[in-house]
């Protein structure tokens, strides 16, 4: 089975603090993603990896940043944590489906943080 | 703009009964689209995708889904619920441009299942 690791499942940090979220999955997927969840707004996309090194902005990354040094490890950085960042953060993998794009998404636990 | 609409927040029903989760898009072209779902502090799970063919897609824990191309449709359904498929449930749409990662998700529907 896929698993898609999220290191820490609660948070709770100081406004401008740096904050780090890693997220590792374990079945060589191409593509990782890291979405934020807010209760009326559904998932919405920060920033998606399609390939080591290789990054895409999504709908919402201001204030965000990401790194994927490692096909498996995607990290979401919040370079100063701000209290309207307070949310649940997820991050999920998928597999590059010989060009189709039809994979669906494996989902880590979530890690929520909350910022004072 | 492509979007996901799920138009209730909330769904109530009896166990044994059929249930049903609405979802309709507006995308472009012909998009795949896939339903999760999501217990309480815990991430989402995929439950069942459509890509092409049969028009009634079976998935995971019993549910299946109609896709209805005229009415740009994906409602989730299962002919019996049980109290343990209370849970948060999302339809997602990828449109399919190549070249395109990006799946848009409709803002989730409560299901509570009533023993």
């Known amino acids: 089975d896929v698993k898609v690791t999220q290191s820490s499942r609660y948070l709770v940090k100081r406004t401008g603090e740096k904050v780090f979220l890693e997220c590792v999955q374990d079945m060589d997927h191409e593509n990782m993603f890291w979405y934020r969840q807010d209760p009326g707004l559904g998932l919405r996309l920060i920033y998606f990896?399609?390939?080591?090194?290789?990054?895409e902005k999504g709908d919402i990354p201001e204030g965000y940043s990401v790194s994927r040094e490692k096909k498996e490890r995607f990290s979401l950085i919040l370079e100063s944590a701000s209290t309207n960042q307070t949310s649940m953060y997820l991050c999920?993998?998928?597999?590059?489906?010989?060009?189709?794009?039809?994979?669906?998404?494996?989902f880590g636990e979530g890690s929520r943080l909350t910022v004072l | 703009a492509q979007s996901v609409a799920q138009p209730e927040d909330q769904v109530n029903v009896a166990e044994g009964n059929p249930l049903t989760v609405k979802c309709t898009y507006s995308v472009s072209g012909n998009p795949y689209l896939f339903w999760y779902v999501q217990y309480p502090n815990r991430g989402l799970q995929f439950l069942l995708k459509y890509i092409t063919g049969d028009n009634l897609v079976k998935g995971s824990y019993g549910f299946e889904a109609e896709f209805n191309k005229s009415q740009t449709s994906f409602h989730l359904k299962k002919p019996s619920a049980l109290v343990s498929d209370s849970a948060l449930y999302f339809c997602a749409v990828r449109p399919p441009a190549s070249g395109t990662y990006k799946y848009i998700f409709g803002t989730g529907t409560r299901l509570k299942v009533l023993a």
């Open positions: 990896s399609y390939d080591v090194k290789m990054k």
């Open positions: 999920a993998s998928s597999p590059e489906a010989a060009g189709t794009n039809t994979g669906e998404l494996f």
